[in-house]
């Protein structure tokens, strides 16, 4: 697929076209009391690869960033982008083992520590980069060894930036809100490419604050913001206020989907619509919920282009496994071709994740294909389990996984993590769960934790759980 050539297909063919077409209005927010305009920021991204050329910084080189959630290391990211070096986003609080790995394993020209001050302003340079060229390496959570380094291309984050704002709506009279990082694709690929395509306002938090997040969004007059993993959940813990409705927010995007219920509660609460998106770091162009739809507890549709159209596709596997194929595709993962002919077959990316499709054209999420646990014979998805844990009042979080059996298959294992101030009772919370689901699926081990680990992005971190079996577990049978 080519994309028009009147269609920006880079990221800097991106940010010219904003600052061409919106360069007064204000752009980018979250550094204090500093605004930045589009045009501004295009000539800050300028001057900035001004100034790494001239430390030797070339186009195809990988440059290690450990980037945190602000303006000036978005420039920083986007003036890598620029001049075609290869960006590796890091996080910042990686230690000094996990750098090194990285380090090991992508072995970049350059590191960069700290952006440093403000770069003298610049006009952008001309085009540097061609769309299929590679603009960032998004590193993953391996579960075990090492981690994989997902290469992205110019055109699979200006494709994302020119479909987010129609999948939800969004114009130049939005302002997007995320304290999602910059070392993953959620942040960089829908909120900074979205915003620049649409002419809407950017804001950047480096951190995730429950408590702070409704005032935020009316200090910076955001419209909408990004959430995963847990943070809805998280944000709901908060003490009611009578004002939580009175926010300027009118959008949140997130996934997986909240119950309907939950989702219902948590958009009455805060005055707000959810919609509901899948993706992966492998692809921008996953699934969403269709405008004006509102297809509960689903993933979606197959997302396409405002413009293009019909560029993403998606089927079924035998097994259940979602794949997709579309032009946003990762070409795969660095310095690993066993891994990239395994997960991109045909042109086909398959996601890992078990689906159902649903007669309206939405599907269904059902589990990791690698958390599915087999158990008596049977297929079970620790989502389910996890959900009805989830909805006991005295429950805060938890997590499902298989541990090994004397027998043969797998037992089931269940994490909780109590709500403050309340006692459980593991052996009733068993009863409670054994009335809700078949027997094979009810957790023989249980086992209290005071949280459970967590990824940057707020996702349950399972393979930091204890393996297998632990003397702090219960064996209720």
């Known amino acids: 697929m080519t994309t028009p050539g009147s269609l920006p297909a880079t990221i800097p063919q991106v940010l010219r076209a904003a600052a061409g077409r919106d360069g007064e209005a204000p752009w980018l927010h979250g550094d204090g009391d500093r605004m930045i305009t589009f045009a501004e920021a295009a000539a800050l991204v300028g001057g900035e690869v001004r100034a790494f050329a001239a430390r030797g910084v070339r186009h195809g080189d990988v440059v290690m960033l450990v980037a945190r959630t602000t303006p000036r290391d978005l420039i920083c990211w986007l003036a890598l982008t620029t001049l075609g070096a290869i960006a590796l986003p890091v996080n910042p609080r990686s230690t000094d083992r996990e750098l090194a790995a990285l380090v090991e394993q992508a072995k970049p020209a350059h590191v960069i520590r700290d952006p440093g001050p403000w770069p003298q302003p610049a006009g952008l340079p001309p085009d540097l980069v061609q769309p299929d060229d590679l603009a960032v390496l998004i590193p993953t959570s391996g579960t075990t060894g090492r981690s994989k380094l997902v290469m992205q291309t110019h055109r699979a984050y200006a494709l994302a930036g020119q479909g987010f704002p129609q999948w939800l ?90 119950a309907r219920e939950r989702q219902l509660e948590i958009e009455r609460r805060f005055g707000l619509e959810i919609v509901v998106g899948y993706a992966l770091s492998e692809t921008p162009y996953g699934l969403i919920w269709p405008r004006g739809g509102r297809p509960y507890e689903t993933l979606g549709t197959p997302r396409q282009h405002p413009t ?102 797998e037992e089931v294992k269940a994490f909780v993590v109590a709500v403050p101030g309340r006692e459980l ?51 209720l049978g």
């Open 169 to 258: 709506g969004l114009t130049s009279e939005d302002r997007l809100m995320t304290t999602l990082p910059l070392f993953h694709i959620n942040a960089p690929a829908y909120s900074v490419m979205g915003s620049l395509s649409c002419g809407a306002g950017l804001v950047l938090l480096p951190r995730f604050s429950a408590r702070a997040l409704l005032d935020d969004a009316r200090r910076y007059g955001a419209t909408e913001f990004n959430a995963i993993g847990a943070m809805l959940e998280i944000l709901m813990r908060q003490p009611e206020r009578p004002d939580d409705a009175d926010n300027p927010l009118r959008l949140c995007y997130t996934g997986p989907a909240p």
């Open 308 to 409: 293009l159209g019909t560029i993403n596709h998606a089927r079924v596997a035998e097994d259940g496994e979602l794949l997709l194929r579309n032009p946003a595709v990762t070409p795969g993962y660095w310095g690993m071709p066993d891994e990239t002919a395994k997960t991109i077959r045909d042109g086909w990316l398959h996601t890992g994740d078990l689906v159902t499709a649903n007669p309206d054209g939405t599907y269904t999420f059902v589990a990791r294909k690698k958390e599915v646990i087999r158990r008596r014979g049977e297929n079970l998805s620790p989502l389910e389990v996890e959900e009805t844990l989830q909805a006991h009042p005295d429950v805060l979080e938890c997590a499902v996984m298989g541990v090994p059996s004397e027998l043969t298959d």
């Open 425 to 475: 009772d593991l052996a009733a919370l068993r009863e409670w769960t054994a009335a809700r689901l078949a027997a094979y699926k009810v957790p023989r081990f249980w086992q209290q934790l005071d949280a459970l680990p967590r990824t940057p992005t707020a996702r349950v971190a399972k393979h930091l759980l204890p393996n297998g079996h632990s003397p702090e577990e219960h064996d």
